[in-house]
């Protein structure tokens, strides 16, 4: 790095493959208004201070979604690591396959499930599509 470039802020975020009973996975879409507006992701969000990574997606899930995931069970899969203009976004992904409540979108979101082996159909921002890969290779 030069003498004159500025680090990019780095944030740091959390994910879920939430994965039902089929074996299919969660999709949410932006809502307009939100950066990335339109773009398919996986369920997630900002980890709060003090907050480990697995409170806070089950904190994000519940205001996102109206569930209430269980934390022992979330299984660390594969992380992100991405150079946004402005930032530098690290995104760890866990896969969830037990909640408690109806997954429902409470942010005006769109929501989908989706195959594994589809989930390339749906666009999606850049620091999340490389996390299919792996997601295929756990679930098939």
Same mark, same amino acid.
């Given at each position: 790095?030069?003498?004159?470039?500025?680090?990019?802020?780095?944030?740091?975020?959390?994910?879920?493959?939430?994965?039902?009973?089929? @074996?299919?996975?969660?999709?949410?879409? =932006? %809502?307009?208004?939100?950066?990335?507006?339109? #773009?398919? /992701?996986?369920? +997630? @969000?900002?980890?709060?201070?003090?907050? =480990? %990574?697995?409170?806070?997606?089950?904190?994000? #899930?519940? /205001?996102?979604? +109206?569930?209430?995931?269980?934390?022992?069970?979330?299984?660390?899969?594969?992380?992100?690591?991405?150079?946004? /203009?402005?930032?530098?976004?690290?995104?760890?992904?866990?896969?969830?396959?037990?909640?408690?409540?109806?997954?429902?979108?409470? /942010?005006?979101?769109?929501?989908?499930?989706?195959?594994?082996?589809?989930?390339?159909?749906?666009?999606?921002?850049?620091?999340?599509?490389?996390?299919?890969?792996?997601?295929?290779?756990?679930?098939?």
């Amino acid at each position: 790095m030069s003498e004159t470039s500025s680090p990019l802020r780095l944030l740091l975020v959390v994910a879920a493959a939430l994965v039902d009973a089929d @074996g299919r996975v969660l999709l949410a879409q =932006r %809502p307009p208004g939100k950066q990335l507006a339109g #773009l398919w /992701e996986f369920p +997630g @969000g900002k980890i709060d201070p003090g907050e =480990r %990574p697995e409170q806070a997606l089950a904190r994000e #899930l519940g /205001e996102e979604l +109206g569930i209430d995931a269980c934390v022992s069970c979330m299984q660390p899969l594969a992380f992100a690591s991405h150079a946004y /203009e402005d930032f530098h976004l690290l995104m760890p992904l866990f896969v969830c396959r037990r909640w408690d409540g109806l997954v429902s979108p409470r /942010e005006g979101q769109a929501l989908r499930w989706a195959r594994p082996r589809d989930l390339r159909k749906f666009p999606m921002p850049p620091a999340d599509a490389p996390l299919i890969d792996p997601l295929i290779a756990l679930l098939g």
